[in-house]
């Protein structure tokens, strides 16, 4: 299986003069990667970051951003490496063009193809967006296990070929599940290095307290998504703060904090797909690059981020052995710690622990992908949040 | 006509509780924009953004990568107001949410709405991406006839609302055209501040180049499109430089420069279609960007950008009163100078004269719709430009 799939993206540019265009490409890839041009010499070197999903709109949005430089910084050049499907692989090339056409500076490579052994090779990040969007008549039981395949797949691909401290975000749903099935299909990578995104949700928590209290966005802080990325997920108000403040100090209206509140949140999503006719493509894009972002610089003193990760030795007594989105702080060395002084009440647990229980009932529901035994199905009610093609 | 289709986005939000949140946000944006936050008080003034087509692909984009501030910088408020249609309108109210989803801090404003004499209203900016794609079918007179009535239209608004400096640059094909028609219907604004997109080109061409040369893009410097953004448009490579070095000198292979190259660059947007399956939206936003960041940042000693401008006084020998894209240079006010020595040679003026009669043609078929009597449409061969949805 590993092969020949990943083109340069040369190979796929210039309107039929493939051959030689493709050579073209692969000598500036070469005196790229040699650091031909002076100003070069003194820069970082490459980070390889691959996408899975990277035909989709997700993507579409998200590559540009990473290309740019939003995530790294103007002098960090970065390599991208596209993973999409047989169907695909003439919309990656038009991506690859566009990319091109875009004159990005600190963008030196891009190569595609739908083999993940050869598109995770020596990948510093892997952003996995690809997943099966739940058509009509789908079982969740039945989505869980096809998209845990397309996951187990790409752990396994990860373990083998990925640089040894790859970071790994998972997007495609349902992401905290797909990402303990990834995770277990790569042993020899450390866990605590996968994520499941939920940063989406805590952006639109913030965004909900900040029209309610009148206040700019960048006012609130310590906003945490504890669980699941599904409608159990708990955007917590009890920690979160306003100007510096707890939030139930300034918004007195307790029934919308603790109804309205993260009912919103959780069908914000739903709202979208309704009104735009398709899924939120460009905040994901923002989202993701918030995530990364959140591991790549320091942490503001005082503040935190939420981000799905491996229970192991968590204070809060959350099961262990399952992907749950916590409050986090970084160094900004791509590594993070627990937050472990967050306050908890009575409300805010009660709500935590039914996300609990839903990971733990998903995480039976794919024992056959985990290596775990024999999966058995027992979901509570449906509660996964619109997927995104 | 001038009426109340306007709306805050907070309306559009919420999930439901329209009207609370609707009035909310009123107050938001009244408390943001008297500067409550201390942070602000320094600001520089809201800048106004008015974008049609706000609903689109290109939008989609380039909305987001404005409110990142990519063309006015981190300092730089700036307000959205977002032209739809009928059919669109909730399609907007799903942009406006995603980008209250994203966070930005510099986004003081979103407006949605479907009259120009609303959405215009004191624009410093005004991006007109919105044009009707071509159908089946349709002959290319009826569609400059179509279109050129929207941008009639919307060049009327403009005369009436916008500010009395409003820099305009108009995306939707056939763009040359569409801008004059606009300044023509906008006789109390500078004709001098209408600018018909022809970045997209020039980036494309500076990529090709640069492939071809094997060397980093931002080596190339000097590169124009003479012409209407068509197939009949001139990439110069007789003024482009490599390295400070003149192509002929880098690219001896004459061919590619007179055939392939120009061809090449000319038909990447068709390709692009037929690869992707639709049109190229990303890079056509980055283009966007770029050819508003050439006007509100100083061009590099010795270089210049293109862009199609109303001719008015040109030393080359164009032809006055058309929309030619020329090479320009900015002292970054927002407003540009022509570059008046560049080379000419036979081979270059023999393509600027067939894209100069091109745009006289269609000068001549759209006269209903500037004033100038009846239209007497008598087009060259079909060379427009693959449009965007």
């Given at each position: 299986?590993?092969?020949?799939?990943?083109?340069?993206?040369g190979?796929?540019?210039?309107?039929?003069?493939?051959?030689?265009?493709?050579?073209?490409r692969?000598?500036l890839?070469?005196?790229?990667?040699?650091?031909?041009?002076?100003k070069?010499?003194?820069?970082?070197?490459?980070?390889?970051?691959s996408?899975?999903?990277?035909?989709?709109?997700?993507?579409?949005?998200?590559?540009?951003?990473?290309?740019s430089?939003?995530?790294?910084?103007?002098?960090?050049p970065?390599?991208?490496?596209?993973?999409?499907?047989?169907?695909s692989?003439?919309?990656?090339?038009?991506v690859?063009?566009?990319?091109?056409?875009?004159?990005?500076?600190?963008?030196?490579?891009?190569?595609?193809?739908?083999?993940?052994?050869?598109?995770?090779?020596?990948?510093?990040?892997?952003?996995?967006?690809?997943?099966?969007?739940?058509?009509?008549?789908?079982?969740?039981?039945?989505?869980?296990?096809i998209?845990?395949?397309?996951?187990?797949?790409?752990?396994?691909?990860?373990?083998?070929?990925?640089?040894?401290?790859?970071?790994?975000?998972?997007?495609?749903?349902?992401?905290?599940?797909?990402?303990?099935?990834?995770?277990?299909?790569?042993?020899?990578l450390?866990?605590?290095?996968?994520?499941?995104?939920?940063?989406?949700?805590?952006?639109?928590a913030?965004?909900?307290?900040?029209?309610?209290?009148?206040?700019?966005?960048?006012?609130?802080?310590?906003?945490?998504?504890?669980?699941?990325?599904?409608?159990?997920?708990?955007?917590?108000?009890?920690?979160?703060?306003?100007?510096?403040?707890?939030?139930?100090?300034?918004?007195?209206?307790?029934?919308?904090?603790?109804?309205?509140?993260?009912?919103?949140?959780?069908?914000?999503?739903?709202?979208?797909?309704?009104?735009?006719?398709?899924s939120?493509?460009?905040?994901?894009?923002?989202s993701?690059?918030?995530?990364?972002?959140?591991?790549?610089?320091?942490?503001?003193?005082?503040?935190?981020?939420?981000?799905?990760?491996?229970?192991?030795?968590?204070?809060?007594?959350?099961?262990?052995?399952?992907?749950?989105?916590?409050?986090?702080?970084?160094?900004?060395?791509?590594?993070?710690?627990?937050?472990?002084?967050?306050?908890?009440?009575?409300?805010?647990?009660?709500?935590?622990?039914?996300?609990?229980?839903?990971?733990?009932?998903?995480?039976?529901?794919?024992?056959?992908?985990?290596?775990?035994?024999?999966?058995?199905?027992?979901?509570?009610?449906?509660?996964?949040?619109?997927?995104?093609?």
């Amino acid at each position: 299986r590993r092969g020949s799939q990943a083109a340069g993206a040369g190979d796929a540019s210039g309107g039929g003069r493939g051959g030689a265009q493709g050579m073209l490409r692969g000598l500036l890839h070469h005196l790229r990667s040699r650091g031909e041009d002076e100003k070069t010499k003194s820069w970082k070197k490459l980070v390889n970051v691959s996408v899975s999903g990277a035909a989709g709109m997700i993507s579409n949005h998200l590559l540009f951003k990473l290309a740019s430089g939003e995530v790294f910084g103007q002098d960090q050049p970065i390599a991208l490496k596209l993973l999409g499907s047989e169907r695909s692989l003439q919309a990656l090339e038009g991506v690859a063009m566009e990319l091109e056409d875009s004159l990005y500076p600190l963008l030196r490579e891009v190569s595609i193809g739908i083999d993940p052994y050869v598109i995770f090779e020596d990948a510093d990040w892997a952003l996995l967006i690809g997943a099966k969007p739940r058509g009509p008549g789908v079982e969740r039981a039945a989505l869980l296990d096809i998209n845990g395949q397309i996951f187990a797949e790409q752990g396994k691909a990860l373990n083998a070929v990925a640089s040894r401290n790859v970071k790994v975000i998972v997007v495609g749903n349902p992401c905290n599940t797909n990402a303990l099935i990834c995770l277990k299909n790569a042993p020899n990578l450390p866990a605590k290095n996968f994520h499941a995104l939920t940063r989406l949700d805590e952006n639109r928590a913030k965004c909900q307290l900040a029209l309610k209290a009148g206040v700019f966005y960048d006012k609130i802080s310590n906003m945490t998504i504890w669980g699941n990325h599904s409608t159990t997920q708990v955007p917590d108000f009890l920690n979160a703060k306003i100007n510096g403040r707890p939030v139930k100090e300034v918004i007195k209206d307790t029934k919308w904090l603790e109804e309205d509140f993260t009912i919103t949140v959780q069908k914000r999503g739903g709202v979208l797909i309704q009104k735009w006719g398709r899924s939120s493509a460009a905040s994901t894009a923002v989202s993701i690059v918030d995530a990364m972002r959140s591991l790549v610089t320091p942490t503001p003193e005082g503040d935190w981020f939420s981000t799905g990760v491996y229970t192991t030795g968590n204070p809060y007594g959350i099961a262990e052995d399952i992907v749950f989105s916590m409050p986090c702080r970084s160094k900004g060395d791509g590594d993070y710690e627990l937050v472990k002084d967050v306050a908890m009440d009575d409300f805010l647990w009660g709500r935590i622990k039914k996300s609990e229980a839903e990971l733990i009932a998903e995480k039976r529901c794919v024992a056959h992908l985990t290596g775990e035994g024999n999966a058995f199905c027992d979901l509570p009610g449906d509660t996964m949040l619109p997927g995104e093609m």
